[in-house]
């Protein structure tokens, strides 16, 4: 990383405080004068736009403000305007939009939230109680193949599940290692690193960004080269909403072979559920980098339909049934895997499987947004170094079994994940991680009593595990965003430091340091956002 001196931070403090004088004389000014409002800001930023404004920025009077805000939220814990300050809602059709979206928030003195999926699993993308605006990222949505080079240009607004779809449209044999949800934005989901059932052959979705393209907090539209490494780097992994505005995506696709294998076996702890979970963790970092096995664990029925313990052991494996099989028999008999139990289909019909429907419908599923079905929701992460033994799964299955059980995701670790440095990018969670926990719990029924039973099952489940996972800091997956492990008050580095060193371990410092660069005035801020150092 490139060393700075004290006069360049000097320099950009000063800068700081002329810019915040001179938008804060603006503001009151504009306040005085009617016409000068955010929406007549925005169409002098866009005069090609201009005519047609209505369609680029919303306000709560518009017809439909209501109904843009809450058409991608997917955690109905957020879904109400009522207790928050959003003044306005732009829908950009380009970089030069979201430019002036923020030229403009500085001239009124509002704070910006960017929504590219509405999957923030504590809404800080669309939610915030200071007046703000929502740079809503959805008509930002196309996906450009080059499949002669191997690459791909995706807008933040599209879905993971847009961009699998067009890749496997234009260009066989190629993939890309990211998320199970097709409805998750590409912007937020790789701004966080982005693991997914390809990780443990590819890496992350972050590791394989090659070029970007950015709006910063002074407005200037950036890519790789303009922005610089430090810039690049942070952008990779270092979580959504933080260093500027992600318009455009350059990816590297991946090869993927014509057929690939998948499986789900579910045993319960009548079928020994607990030795093999206990096996899997000793062995599943070492599969080949072709295997993916996860464990979906949840309450279930036993044979007598009382209450016990399911384990679903979910594969995707880069071959065919007949290379599999052996392979299973060798690295983890236990199982018991067989033939019957294998389906081969393509690696884009994978990515539907992967979110637990029939891989046999139409593949123009996945660009259906709202064929997720919303709720309320609450998750949590960990991180796992250590196997757990036997009879402290066995613990675990009893707290579980407690109260309005959620579920909790093991996805296996090792492969490429493990080859690459921990502060290759900003996601630190690499050798030596034997498996990610996600803890999530979902619930239909609105009202307190029925969230506070919900957070007391995930709350008192997260709080047993803690001997179990990794410790100094307890780490947690950005993308699983938990409020819970700390949060901004007042916005200052020693603050963030708290819950930012759970999610990117010892680059956390080096984050800080860039923000303090390229938002020196802390511009893009929310409850849990990196706060800028200028004296590393």
């Known amino acids: 990383m490139e060393a700075i001196g004290v006069e360049a931070k000097m320099a950009h403090l000063l800068t700081y405080a002329i810019v915040s004088l001179f938008f804060s ?35 709560p009077h518009s017809p439909s403000f209501s109904f843009i805000f809450q058409s991608s939220i997917q955690n109905f814990r957020f879904n109400s305007t009522k207790y928050h300050k959003l003044q ?7 970089a030069d939009h979201v430019k002036a979206a923020i030229i403009c928030s500085k001239v009124h003195g509002l704070q910006v939230r960017m929504r590219s999926g509405g999957h923030d699993y504590e809404g800080l993308s ?3 109680y200071v007046p703000f605006i929502i740079i809503d990222l959805v008509n930002l949505n196309n996906v450009r193949v080059d499949s002669n080079n191997g690459t791909a240009w995706v807008q933040a607004g599209a879905t993971v599940g847009e961009l699998y779809y067009h890749v496997a449209n234009q260009s066989k044999g190629q993939g890309f290692p990211a998320g ?24 992350l979705a972050a590791d394989n960004v090659v070029d970007a393209i950015v709006v910063t907090a002074d407005g200037n539209i950036l890519d790789r080269q303009g922005m610089g490494e430090d810039f690049f780097w942070a952008i990779r992994g270092g979580g959504g909403g933080n260093f500027g505005v992600v318009v455009e995506w350059k990816i590297n696709l991946v090869p993927v072979p014509p057929k690939v294998t998948v499986f789900n076996i579910p045993r319960t702890l009548e079928q020994n559920a607990t030795k093999l979970i206990h096996r899997w963790q000793q062995i599943a ?16 029925k036993d044979s007598k339909g009382g209450k016990t313990i399911q384990a679903n052991f979910n ?44 891989p046999g419908q139409p593949l123009e599923v996945l660009l259906d947004r709202n064929r997720v079905q919303k709720g309320f929701f609450k998750g949590k992460s ?27 995701v093991w996805d296996p670790y090792g492969g490429k994940m493990s080859e690459i440095s921990e502060s290759s990018i900003p996601f630190p969670h690499r050798a030596g991680v034997l498996h990610n926990i996600q803890y999530f719990s979902k619930w239909q029924e609105g009202g307190y009593l029925a969230e506070q039973r919900h957070l007391k099952w995930i709350n008192r489940l997260y709080n047993f595990m803690a001997p179990f996972v990794t410790k100094n800091p307890r780490t947690a997956y950005v993308n699983y965003r ?21 999610y990117f371990k010892g680059n956390f410092d080096q984050l800080a340091h860039i923000k303090g660069m390229v938002d020196y005035g802390n511009f893009f801020k929310n409850e849990q956002s990196i706060a800028p150092n200028f004296y590393l």
């Not at 002098?44 to 201009?50: G, I, K, T």
């Not at 209505?54 to 306000?59: A, F």
């Not at 796992?384 to 707290?399: F, G, H, K, R, Y």
């Not at 409020?483 to 759970?502: M, P, Q, T, Y």
Request: overall charge negative.
């Open 25 to 59: 004389v603006s503001s009151a000014v504009f306040d005085l004068i009617p016409e000068h409002n955010f929406v007549t800001c925005v169409a002098n930023q866009s005069p090609q736009y201009s005519a047609t404004i209505s369609k680029l920025v919303y306000s």
């Open 88 to 94: 306005y809602i732009i829908t950009p059709y380009s």
């Open 126 to 128: 669309y939610n915030s």
């Open 180 to 203: 199970v949800c097709p409805s998750m934005g590409a912007g937020g989901h790789i701004s966080g690193g982005g693991q997914g059932t390809l990780m443990r052959k590819f890496g």
């Open 285 to 300: 970092h070492k599969f080949h980098e072709d295997l993916f096995i996860r464990i979906i664990i949840f309450v279930g």
């Open 315 to 358: 594969s995707l494996f880069l071959g065919t049934s007949d290379q599999l099989v052996p392979l299973m028999a060798k690295s983890f008999p236990e199982l018991g895997l067989k033939p019957e139990d294998c389906k081969e289909i393509s690696w884009i019909q994978s990515t539907i499987y992967s979110n637990g429907e029939n």
């Open 382 to 408: 960990d991180f796992v170094t250590q196997p757990i033994s036997e009879t402290n799964l066995e613990a675990i299955w009893e707290v579980m079994l407690e109260g309005e059980a959620g579920v909790m």
């Open 482 to 502: 938990d409020l819970d492990i700390g949060r901004n008050i007042h916005g200052i580095f020693s603050e963030a430091k708290v819950w930012g060193e759970k």
